[in-house]
């Protein structure tokens, strides 16, 4: 299904986000007939730009990331337009008045605007205010839909403040907070896979599942976003957001309906069965790292603090694992470790579900255990692995898996997380961005961690290219149980 005909004011065009993610997205989206072709995007910063060297700069980031040439690319740019606007300043967003009349009259859109805020987090209170102080906000003519990239706040008192900020401009049927991993395919497979297979509903709660554990592991360190990172941390930049949706994927019940509001209902209730932790909790239940300096083959990799935007005191944590649970009925006594890092062994996002073991030892070598490897990326898949007997004399047992890749599907072309998501919020479908009550229960459970940590958390070094602090192995150790080690 298209897109219906609508405007898209970026604010932030001449950042990152814009030039990497959201015009290349708008790009594929266009090329793959998804757009309208009475589609336009206004981009909107503080630096002067005609609409033409908006457009030249759009072109050289789309050749660079998406290798576009031709036609296809000339008539793209063609939709594309720029305003100057000093963003914090209301009585300077008078100057969008004109320029949106005249798209939505050029391209015939009955008024529908998009804005999506690429701006620091600072302006995510301001922009709503301003838009409203010319009526920018309201829905006489067309709807009106805003999309806040992440951070969503600080802390939970951030958070809630700026939900009033932005409620008192906008509803929140208007608002689409963004969060990239709800548009990744893999993960939304994971509902796909628990709700469409009566092969695994009934296994899928404390009766056969021993514990979880997720992993977004990175290789990378925080390569240019140094200043905006030691803000941060591994906490706010993965955990509070990515991982605990990912958490909510893996973990909520099941939806009457696929729709905004019954899928977000379950996400929100199971955030909200998070089992709180107390600092008493918390010193034997979560392991903080930061990347060291180290010598990585030939190459010597810098550590944490020698990156650029960062103190050379920092404790900013680049590594958190933690154990939690969830206080109900279907979960009730399985741990669910969770734990991301930077300069880590791998790039990998996966969830694992480990599977009790058979009640009684029948053959006297150990079974393997029974797992099943959901890989978000890369390598998008699913790995059953189980335990099968070795040809020969005896009962010995070997592990085997039964493979799935996303890359066997021949044909299916998968649309990247910010075209999916950009394309549902033209379309007006919320069900893949985060409601207010699931962003507030995600930063009800991390509030008390992030005061732990500034009350004097430790946070431990770890080499580059490792799997984080030896201190987060012992983390699982104290159960009996070893972190996956993926490829
Ligand atoms: C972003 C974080 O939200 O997600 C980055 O700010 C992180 O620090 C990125 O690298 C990871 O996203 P992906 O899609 O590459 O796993």
Known sequence: MKAENN???????????????????????????????????????????????FREKMRSALIEHEKADGDELNNFCSHLYYQAVNTSDAADYVKLIPRLDELHDKYKTCGNTLYYLSTPPSLYGVIPECLAAHGLNTEEFGWKRIIVEKPFGY????????????????????????????????????????????????????????????????????????????????????????????????????????????MRDEVAKVLYCLHPLEPNDLQHNLVLGQYAATQLNDERVKGYLEEKGVPPDSNTETYMALRCKIDNWRWAGVPFYVRTGKRLAARVTEVVIHFKKTPHP??????????????????????????????????????????????????????????????????????????????????????????????????????????????????????????????
């Open 155 to 262: 802390d939970m008192k951030t958070a809630k403040e700026l939900d009033v900020q932005i409620h008192r401009f906008f509803d929140e049927h208007q608002i689409y907070r963004i969060d990239h991993y709800l548009g990744k395919e893999t993960v939304q497979n994971l509902l796909v896979l628990r709700f469409s297979n009566g092969l695994f509903e009934p296994l899928w709660n404390r009766n056969y599942i021993d514990y979880i554990e997720i992993t977004g592991a990175e290789e990378l360190g925080v390569e240019q976003r140094g200043g905006y990172y030691d803000g941060s941390g591994a906490m706010r930049d993965m955990f509070q957001n990515h991982l605990l949706q990912v958490l909510a994927m893996v973990a909520m019940e099941p939806p009457a309906i696929i729709n905004a509001d019954s």
């Open 7 to 53: 405007c898209i004011v970026i604010f932030g065009a001449s950042g990152d986000l814009t030039h990497r993610k959201l015009i290349p997205a708008l790009y594929n989206l266009y090329k793959i007939g998804r757009l309208s072709e009475n589609f336009s995007v206004l981009g909107v910063a503080r630096t002067e730009l005609s609409n033409e060297e």
């Open 362 to 487: 029948v053959f006297s070598q150990e079974a393997p255990e029974n797992k099943l490897i959901l890989r978000i990326q890369p390598d998008e898949g699913i790995s059953m692995r189980f335990g099968l007997k070795k040809p020969g004399a005896g009962f010995e047992a070997k592990e085997v898996s039964m493979d799935f890749r996303y890359s066997d599907l021949n044909g299916a072309s998968l649309l990247t997380a910010y075209e999916r998501l950009l394309l549902d919020a033209m379309k007006g479908d919320a069900t893949l961005f985060a409601r207010t009550d699931a962003v507030h229960a995600c930063w009800k459970f991390v509030q008390p961690i992030l005061d732990y940590k500034a009350n004097g958390g430790r946070v431990y070094e770890y080499e580059a290219g490792s799997w984080g602090p030896v201190e987060a192995d012992k983390l699982i150790a104290q159960h009996g149980r070893v972190w996956r080690k993926p490829s």
